[in-house]
């Protein structure tokens, strides 16, 4: 399998309380988040798991965590808690 198709798919879930609190350390620790994530998601439904990828980026060892849905998009908003601290549209 291509990492490009093998990037598309979970990698594991966490339960929403385990979510909630990686989100919350993620924001506390990076300035500029909060805001980046006001301005472009969405609240989540109420689920009690959700879905966590690899990240993609080369070299960066992190995992994504669903932070919201994308305003005016048709996707999950997520945050690398690894070394690029990078956010993307899953």
Known sequence: MTSNVGQSYPYTSESESDRAKSIASLVKAREDLAGKLAAET?????????????CPTPGCPGLLHTA?????????????????????LR
């Open 42 to 54: 969405t609240p989540l439904d109420a689920n009690e798991r959700w879905w966590v990828w690899k």
């Open 68 to 88: 919201g849905y994308a305003r005016d998009l048709h996707a999950l908003f997520v945050v690398c808690d690894g070394t690029c601290a990078k956010t993307f």
